[in-house]
T-cell receptor, first 117, second 112 residues
Framework: GAVVSQHPSWVICKSGTSVKIECRSL??????MFWYRQFPKQSLMLMAT?????????EQGVEKDKFLINHASLTLSTLTVTSAHPEDSSFYIC?????????????FGPGTRLTVL | GQQVMQIPQYQHVQEGEDFTTYCNSS?????IQWYKQRPGGHPVFLIQ?????EVKKQKRLTFQFGEAKKNSSLHITATQTTDVGTYFC????????????FGAGTRLAVHP
């Protein structure tokens, strides 16, 4: 149980285009999901906390108009990188908490590797 | 802002040797979690520590949470090649159980 999927697993796009990444909790409900980005051999940097039915909470330094987050249902959160540029190339990972477990553990998706040309 | 420091950044060991990674937070944490990320993979939850001074064991892994709830350690006894990966600590700020602040991670290489 507690599986999180992400789609796509990788994407290559041209500079200036927008890219949408989906994060789904497959076998549990997630009122809260988290979006991270990870550069090679570096740690996970929390970008934002996505709450079902309300606006996302962005971390300091993360542009909310650049990284649009929507958490429309208890099993789906999306991250849209708008007008992507090469510096946005990174590994984007989502995670979700299974509130039904009463535990703070986060279950991570497999990640999406974004390359902007 | 809140920071979680983790050392060492990288550790080479011979199979059978012990390994320890340390985490230190700039502020008191409500809990600390440990994750392992294999090369090319995503972080996988190992354990959560909540109580001051808590010690938990999972086979060859021993996790500790400091008395002040600001530091933690992961110790692996008699490493095996399957222990290879990056170990991250992640702390929840005091007063909140929501977000996690990740340490930089310790990359463990085990030579047979």
């Amino acid at each position: 149980g507690a599986v999180v999927s992400q789609h796509p697993s990788w994407v290559i796009c041209k500079s200036g285009t927008s890219v949408k990444i989906e994060c789904r909790s497959l076998d549990f409900q997630a009122t809260t999901m988290f979006w991270y980005r990870q550069f090679p051999k570096q740690s996970l940097m929390l970008m934002a906390t996505s709450n079902e039915g309300s606006k996302a909470t962005y971390e300091q330094g993360v542009e909310k108009d650049k990284f649009l987050i929507n958490h429309a249902s208890l099993t789906l959160s999306t991250l849209t990188v708008t007008s992507a540029h090469p510096e946005d190339s990174s590994f984007y990972i989502c995670s979700a908490r299974d509130v039904g477990r009463g535990y703070n553990e986060q279950f991570f998706g497999p990640g999406t590797r974004l390359t902007v040309l | 802002g809140q920071q979680v420091m983790q050392i060492p950044q990288y550790q080479h060991v011979q199979e059978g040797e012990d390994f320890t990674t340390y985490c230190n937070s700039s502020t008191t944490l409500s809990n600390i979690q440990w994750y392992k990320q294999r090369p090319g993979g995503h972080p996988v939850f190992l354990i959560q520590l909540v109580k001051s001074g808590e010690v938990k064991k999972q086979k060859r892994l021993t996790f500790q949470f400091g008395e002040a709830k600001k530091n933690s350690s992961l110790h692996i006894t008699a490493t095996q090649t399957t222990d290879v990966g990056t170990y991250f600590c992640a702390g929840s700020p005091s007063g909140g159980y929501n977000k996690l602040i990740f340490g930089a991670g310790t990359r463990l290489a085990v030579h047979p």
